[in-house]
Structure formats: structure tokens, C-alpha cells
């Protein structure tokens, strides 16, 4: 979030010459240079998280529809990551992942640029830390 944060507020404070005719339209995207790197960095937390939590349930998933004898049998995760990685390959752990970064997505992106955006606005009333 900092870098985008640092890289946008320099690039908007010094635009490059050939937009220097519209410095005063580049100076008010200035508040929201916050919120907008607060949204992209909500953004690639919900994607790294979904990388390591889809495979997790879609592993509880296969385990919590088991009948019994199977479960006894085969019932370590272990042995039924093997067997979708055997059978459906590394996709098969992935399965639902587009649609887990359909609802996280936006709801991480908003969230965390709201975030940031009501701490910039309310740090001039106190510390911002």
C-alpha cells in the first residue's frame, strides 16, 4: 500500500510536462490517492488469502461428504489431496476459486479503502497511528 501510495502522491504532485495544462484537475485526485492504494492492497490480500483457503475447503469439503467406510479408510487429508491432485491435478484444489474471488474481491478491496480513507480524513483530529 505505501508504495502505490508514495509512487501515485509523487506523480500527482509532479505531473510530467505533457500534463501540465491539467495540474489543477491532477491536484484534486489528491484525497484519494489513500483509499485507492488502500483498495488495491485489500485487493491482493483477498487473492493471497483465497490461494491458501480454497484448497483448504475444498479438502474439509471432500472430507465432511465422506460416508463412513471411507472415511475410515481413506479419510487423511493427506491421502485425499493425493487423490484430487491424481485425478483432477493442481486445478482440482482450486475448484470454486473464481468464485470465492467473485465475493472477497470487492468486499477486501472496499473494505480496506474505506478503511484507509476514514483514517486520513480523521488523522488530522489526532495521532494517526
Not at 479438502?59 to 475410515?72: A, N, P, R
Not at 487429508?77 to 493442481?90: L, M, P
Request: proline content about 5%; hydrophobic content about 45%; glycine content about 10%.
Amino acid at each position: 500500500r505505501e508504495l502505490v501510495h508514495t509512487n501515485a502522491r509523487k506523480l500527482i504532485l509532479t505531473p510530467p510536462s505533457a500534463l501540465a495544462t491539467y495540474n489543477k484537475e491532477i491536484q484534486s485526485l489528491l484525497p484519494l490517492v489513500t483509499p485507492v492504494a488502500g483498495g488495491v492492497a485489500g485487493g491482493l490480500a483477498a487473492v493471497s488469502s483465497q490461494l491458501i483457503v480454497v484448497p483448504m475447503d475444498v479438502l474439509s469439503q471432500k472430507l465432511m461428504v465422506m460416508e463412513d467406510s471411507v472415511y475410515k479408510k481413506e479419510g487423511s487429508t493427506v491421502k485425499v489431496a493425493r487423490s484430487i491432485i491424481k485425478t483432477e491435478g493442481w486445478r482440482g484444489l482450486y475448484r470454486g476459486f473464481g468464485l470465492s474471488l467473485f465475493t472477497s474481491l470487492p468486499a477486501g478491496s472496499i473494505w480496506w479503502a474505506t478503511y484507509a480513507g476514514c483514517k486520513d480524513i480523521l488523522s488530522v483530529y489526532g495521532d494517526s497511528d
